[in-house]
C-alpha cells in the first residue's frame, strides 16, 4: 500500500448564519486575508516607529499615512488580484460572463496581479504625497509574508491549488473529484501539497529572511533592497514550486498533459512560472542597484 497522508477534516466555513433566506459564511480563506493584513499592518507601523531602522533616522511615512496607505493597499490587492486571475487565466470565460467577475467570493485571486495592484496603489499614493517610492515598496514587501503564509494555509483547507500525482510519503489525498481525477493512478490519488511548499517559502522562510534583514542588517537604510529581495525570493519559490503544482485545467489539452502555458516539443514553462520570471529580474536589478549605491 502507498503512504500518504489523509487530508484533514476540516470545512472551508468557520461558521454560517442565515438571514432573510440568504446564508452568509466567514471561510477561512476570507479570515486568512483579513488577519493577514491586520498582521502586515502591525509590522509595518512597528517599522515606522523604529527610526534607527531607516536612513538618516527618518522613517519613509508616519504611522498616520501607514494606515491612510493601506486603504489603497487592500484596494489594490482585491482589484489586482481579482482581474489578475480574471484576464491571465480564464479570460475567455469571465469575457463571456462579466458579472461573474464580481463574485469574489467563489474563489479566483492572483498573487501576480494582486502585487501589480499594490504596485499601482503605490505608485499613486508616493506621488500624490511626494514620498519615495523604493522605500515605501520596501515597507509593504516587509509586510506580506504573513498574508501570504496564511493565505496558503487556507488554500489547504479549501483543497484547492494542490500539486501533481505523488507517491512520496507526504503526498496528501484530497477530497474532491477533481484532485482524485488521476488518469495514471490506480486507486486513491495523493497528490504534492503545493499549498503547503508555498507556506513555507513564501511566507515563513522568506518573511523570516525579511524581519532579519530590516532589523538586523539594517536593509531598510538601503532603498529597494527589502523590495529586491522579496520579489526575487517570491519568485525563485513560486518558480520552483510551479514544478510540482497541478496547472489550471484550462491549460491542460491532450496533447499538452502538463498544462504549460508556452511550450516546444513538450518542454516550456508554465503560467506560474512565465509571470515569475519577470519578477525576478526587477528583484535582481533592485539588489544590484543597492550594491552600486552603497
Same mark, same amino acid.
Given at each position: 500500500?502507498?503512504?500518504?497522508?489523509?487530508?484533514?477534516?476540516?470545512?472551508?466555513?468557520?461558521?454560517? @448564519?442565515?438571514?432573510?433566506?440568504?446564508?452568509?459564511?466567514?471561510?477561512?480563506?476570507? *479570515?486568512?486575508?483579513?488577519?493577514?493584513?491586520? *498582521?502586515?499592518?502591525?509590522?509595518?507601523?512597528?517599522?515606522?516607529?523604529?527610526?534607527?531602522?531607516?536612513?538618516?533616522?527618518?522613517?519613509?511615512?508616519?504611522?498616520?499615512?501607514?494606515?491612510?496607505? $493601506?486603504?489603497?493597499?487592500? /484596494?489594490?490587492?482585491?482589484? %489586482?488580484?481579482?482581474?489578475?486571475?480574471?484576464?491571465?487565466?480564464?479570460?475567455?470565460?469571465?469575457?463571456?460572463?462579466?458579472?461573474? @467577475?464580481?463574485? +469574489?467570493?467563489?474563489?479566483?485571486?492572483?498573487?501576480?496581479? &494582486?502585487?501589480?495592484?499594490?504596485?499601482?496603489?503605490?505608485?499613486?499614493?508616493?506621488?500624490?504625497?511626494? +514620498?519615495?517610492?523604493?522605500?515605501?515598496?520596501?515597507?509593504?514587501?516587509?509586510?506580506?509574508?504573513?498574508?501570504?503564509?496564511?493565505?496558503? +494555509?487556507?488554500?489547504? !483547507?479549501?483543497?484547492?491549488?494542490? &500539486?501533481?500525482?505523488?507517491?512520496?510519503?507526504?503526498?496528501?489525498?484530497?477530497?474532491?473529484?477533481?484532485?482524485?481525477? =488521476?488518469?495514471?493512478?490506480?486507486?486513491? =490519488?495523493?497528490?504534492?501539497?503545493?499549498? $503547503?511548499?508555498?507556506?513555507?517559502?513564501?511566507?515563513?522562510?522568506?518573511?523570516?529572511?525579511?524581519?532579519? /534583514?530590516?532589523?538586523?542588517?539594517?536593509?531598510?537604510?538601503?532603498? %529597494?533592497? +527589502?523590495?529586491?529581495?522579496?520579489?526575487?525570493?517570491?519568485? @525563485?519559490?513560486?518558480?520552483?514550486?510551479?514544478?510540482?503544482?497541478?496547472?489550471?485545467?484550462?491549460?491542460?489539452?491532450? &496533447?499538452?498533459?502538463?498544462? /504549460?502555458?508556452?511550450?516546444?516539443?513538450?518542454? &516550456?514553462?508554465?503560467?506560474?512560472?512565465?509571470?515569475?520570471?519577470?519578477? !525576478?529580474?526587477?528583484?535582481?536589478?533592485?539588489?544590484?542597484?543597492?550594491?552600486?549605491?552603497?
Amino acid at each position: 500500500m502507498m503512504a500518504m497522508l489523509p487530508f484533514p477534516n476540516m470545512s472551508p466555513e468557520i461558521f454560517s @448564519i442565515t438571514l432573510f433566506g440568504m446564508t452568509f459564511a466567514l471561510r477561512w480563506y476570507a *479570515l486568512a486575508y483579513i488577519v493577514g493584513i491586520v *498582521l502586515g499592518w502591525r509590522m509595518v507601523v512597528r517599522a515606522v516607529n523604529r527610526p534607527d531602522l531607516w536612513a538618516h533616522g527618518k522613517p519613509v511615512m508616519t504611522k498616520t499615512q501607514v494606515e491612510d496607505f $493601506l486603504f489603497w493597499v487592500i /484596494l489594490g490587492v482585491i482589484l %489586482g488580484g481579482r482581474l489578475g486571475y480574471v484576464f491571465f487565466y480564464q479570460a475567455s470565460y469571465y469575457l463571456s460572463h462579466p458579472l461573474q @467577475i464580481l463574485r +469574489i467570493w467563489e474563489g479566483g485571486m492572483s498573487f501576480h496581479g &494582486g502585487a501589480i495592484g499594490v504596485i499601482l496603489a503605490g505608485v499613486y499614493y508616493t506621488s500624490r504625497h511626494k +514620498i519615495s517610492k523604493f522605500s515605501t515598496g520596501d515597507m509593504v514587501c516587509l509586510g506580506l509574508a504573513p498574508g501570504l503564509f496564511l493565505g496558503r +494555509i487556507a488554500n489547504f !483547507i479549501n483543497a484547492e491549488l494542490w &500539486g501533481r500525482p505523488t507517491d512520496l510519503p507526504w503526498g496528501v489525498a484530497f477530497p474532491t473529484v477533481a484532485a482524485q481525477n =488521476c488518469p495514471d493512478v490506480i486507486g486513491i =490519488c495523493a497528490r504534492h501539497p503545493s499549498q $503547503l511548499y508555498e507556506a513555507l517559502l513564501e511566507g515563513l522562510i522568506l518573511g523570516s529572511l525579511l524581519v532579519y /534583514l530590516a532589523w538586523r542588517r539594517g536593509a531598510l537604510k538601503q532603498e %529597494g533592497l +527589502i523590495g529586491g529581495t522579496f520579489l526575487a525570493g517570491y519568485g @525563485i519559490a513560486r518558480f520552483l514550486v510551479e514544478f510540482v503544482r497541478q496547472p489550471d485545467a484550462q491549460f491542460i489539452s491532450t &496533447g499538452n498533459p502538463l498544462g /504549460l502555458a508556452l511550450h516546444i516539443g513538450g518542454y &516550456g514553462l508554465t503560467m506560474g512560472q512565465l509571470l515569475c520570471l519577470p519578477m !525576478i529580474a526587477v528583484g535582481v536589478y533592485l539588489v544590484l542597484r543597492t550594491r552600486r549605491l552603497a
